[in-house]
Antibody
Framework: QVQLQESGPGVVKPSQTLSLTCGVS??????????WSWIRQPPGKGLEWIGY???????HYNPSLKSRVTMSVDTSNNHFSLTVNSVTAADTAVYYC????????????WGNGTSVTVSS | SYEVTQPLAVSVALGQTATIACEGA??????VHWYQQRPGQAPVLIIY???KRPSGIPERFSGSNSGNTAALTISGVQVADEAKYYC????????FGGGTQVTVL
């Protein structure tokens, strides 16, 4: 089973761009018929699905975030990425990467999560 | 947009049975998935497609889905089961319930 590990800056200034990467180990993204997802969790709150990307670059985003979110896949470095533009304090959260390995509609492998704080 | 609702908290005596509801309009027409999240940890998938358990998930976790209510049942609750539980459906995007905190008495 693949393992996932998020990485990125712990703090981002308001109005700037948040960029996160999820490293995939255990197999090559190119070989895997998975949907690579991002989910976030604000402090003390529930889970919010951000979107997914397929290895071919096909994406599907949460409509509530679509205007500010971009996902990409880097098969040569075996990772996938998330950027969120024009961040505000409401984007402060633990960000999880995950994969849907069997079916598209649920996440069965999760990274450990990385905390991002939006603050000046 | 589709919404699912969970109770904020459920308390259960050690060794007894806990049931967590996940309510949504005609939810029986959707596949419901359940995640367990312990404090400071990532969620773990414990039930998918209403009733299926991933490899390694104890048999005391089971699911059901009928009418407007899906449910997660934990039989013979253990201290290790104290956690927050989220239901999730797909409605053009993943939709999560607000989560239910299970406390073991």
């Amino acid at each position: 089973q693949v393992q996932l590990q998020e990485s990125g800056p712990g703090v981002v200034k308001p109005s700037q761009t948040l960029s996160l990467t999820c490293g995939v180990s255990g197999d090559s993204i190119s070989n895997l018929d998975y949907y690579w997802s991002w989910i976030r969790q604000p402090p003390g709150k529930g889970l919010e699905w951000i979107g997914y990307i397929y290895r071919t670059g096909i994406t599907h985003y949460n409509p509530s975030l679509k205007s500010r979110v971009t996902m990409s896949v880097d098969t040569s470095n075996n990772h996938f990425s998330l950027t969120v533009n024009s961040v505000t304090a409401a984007d402060t959260a633990v960000y999880y990467c995950g994969s849907a390995t069997a079916d598209i509609d649920y996440v069965d492998v999760w990274g450990n999560g990385t905390s991002v704080t939006v603050s000046s | 947009s589709y919404e699912v609702t969970q109770p904020l908290a459920v308390s259960v005596a050690l060794g007894q049975t806990a049931t967590i509801a996940c309510e949504g309009a005609n939810i029986e027409r959707k596949n419901v998935h359940w995640y367990q999240q312990r404090p400071g940890q990532a969620p773990v998938l414990i039930i998918y497609r209403d009733i299926k358990r991933p490899s390694g998930i104890p048999e005391r976790f089971s699911g059901s889905n009928s009418g407007n209510t899906a449910a997660l049942t934990i039989s013979g609750v253990q201290v290790a089961d104290e956690a927050k539980y989220y239901c999730q459906v797909w409605d053009s995007r993943a939709v999560f319930g607000g989560g239910t905190q299970v406390t073991v008495l």
